[in-house]
């Protein structure tokens, strides 16, 4: 087999492979035979079908079938003899393919880039840091009664944390615009559901009260049309309720699994969540910015047949979360949508895939046991779950992958320049915008 590389362009690769007449030919008549066999025809008793009317009939078709798996074949034979690692499949073209004559193709791909790591002690890192007060332990457990609250009708002036039912029309310049209008909406009071004003405007209403507030659309709303336009809602009170938060009783602490130990041990458990939710917190936030570190840290080209598989993979992964049917077609949504979130993941990939190959890490599995016990712990068989997911390769092989990354984090971390900031616990735990 002859093999020439040549290199096209950045990360471009053309190989043109030669390959013997009779590995071809001979694959193409052994084909043709096993056809004979089987092949009826009328006219003809099975398996009795001359050759030369099989070739008429099926020549082409297995032949090309043939080709391609030759091409393939000898492909990845050729890449692994130049030691060339592609990224992406190739692209086949057979410049010489006649039956008797030595079969030459070309094959157009991408390599992966050359990454040389730079040095991590140009990453900064601000580590948020907090204590859990028992003033905090009081505000969760105060939200987990909010979440199980429920609501009774007050005949009472409505006040922030009520849940009213409302009638509104919206008009701008006295006509009514599109999305202004509803009928029978529940709203609770304070909690930033409707646009700055909105739900003010309602404070000190009655059931079957009627007002008109004056409010103004904020300039980065959703709709166009209405960005920063003053408009007025016409309202009407259907009904008010209260919210009736439940006893912080045996009843309610049972709904999380706290059954004996009274108080001492709820107030316990909600620490221990409210503790593992601060851990989560700080790592991924530690995480984020070590990851974007990286990818500011290193410049090179990306084979754009890496970006393209990662494209596919964020339409599928949006479709999945905004429930699009299999009657939506994801090559609906623009590549333009996702090609710089695209280009910066397959770089970060390259980059972690280039730490984990130079400094030689592997998952360790002492942590992997810790990560697969700490998601049993939230389950009410542990050991269960730990034997199910050590006897499932495909989660056991997700959990490494984490495991993975955070000993890539801890190895760059250890040589970044990291300041500690002191935040308050709900702060800590917060989500980053953007």
Do not use: C
């Not at 052994?30 to 398996?47: E, W, Y």
């Not at 393919?97 to 079969?103: F, I, Q, T, Y």
């Not at 969540?273 to 090179?300: D, P, T, W, Y």
């Amino acid at each position: 087999m002859q093999v020439s590389v040549e290199t096209t362009s950045g990360l471009e690769r053309r190989v043109t492979v030669g390959v013997p007449a009779d590995k071809l030919d001979s694959a193409v008549q052994t084909r043709l035979a096993d056809a004979q066999k089987n092949l009826r025809v009328d006219g003809f008793r099975p398996g009795k079908v001359p050759m030369g009317e099989v070739k008429r009939r099926f020549g082409k078709a297995v032949r090309d079938e043939v080709l391609s798996e030759v091409m393939r074949e000898s492909f990845i034979d050729a890449v692994s003899k130049e030691k060339i690692e592609p990224a992406g499949m190739p692209q086949f073209e057979a410049t010489v393919n006649e039956p008797g004559k030595d079969l030459e193709f070309v094959a157009t791909f991408e390599v992966y880039p050359e990454v040389a790591l730079a040095a991590f002690d140009t990453i900064e890192v601000e580590k948020p840091a907090a204590e859990i007060s028992d003033a905090d332990v009081d505000k969760m457990i105060e939200q987990l009664r909010s979440q199980r609250a429920t609501h009774e009708v007050v005949e009472r002036a409505a006040e922030q944390g009520d849940r009213v039912n409302i009638n509104y029309v919206g008009t701008r310049d006295g006509e009514a615009f599109e999305g202004g209008t509803a009928d029978g909406q529940a709203l609770v009071l304070g909690s930033g559901q409707m646009i700055p004003g909105f739900e003010d405007g309602i404070v000190g209403m009655k059931a079957g009260d009627e007002k008109s507030i004056d409010v103004t659309f904020p300039e980065d709303y959703q709709a166009e049309d209405l960005k920063g336009q003053a408009v007025k809602f016409a309202i009407t009170v259907n009904k008010v309720e209260a919210q009736k938060l439940p006893e912080v009783d045996d009843e309610f602490m049972a709904l999380f699994g706290v059954k004996d130990g009274g108080m001492d041990a709820f107030r316990k458990e909600v620490r221990g969540n409210m503790e593992r939710e601060l851990r989560n917190a700080v790592k991924g936030k530690v995480k984020e910015q070590i990851m974007g570190g990286l990818v500011e840290a290193h410049s090179f080209d990306v084979p754009a047949a890496l970006v393209t598989g990662e494209i596919q993979r964020m339409r599928q992964q949006m479709m999945q979360q905004f429930g699009g049917g299999q009657q939506f077609d994801a090559s609906m949504l623009p590549e333009e949508l996702f090609k710089e979130q695209a280009e910066r993941s397959v770089r970060l990939g390259l980059i972690v895939r280039q730490i984990l190959e130079q400094h030689e890490v592997k998952a360790d599995a002492d942590k992997v046991r810790a990560q697969v016990e700490e998601i049993a712990s939230q389950y009410e068989s542990p050991e269960e779950v730990v034997n199910w997911v050590y006897s499932n390769p495909q989660q056991l092989q997700q959990i490494e992958g984490a495991v993975l990354e955070e000993q890539v984090v801890e190895l760059v971390l250890g040589q970044a320049k990291v300041t500690e900031k002191v935040l308050p616990y709900e702060e800590a735990v917060a989500r980053q915008q953007g």
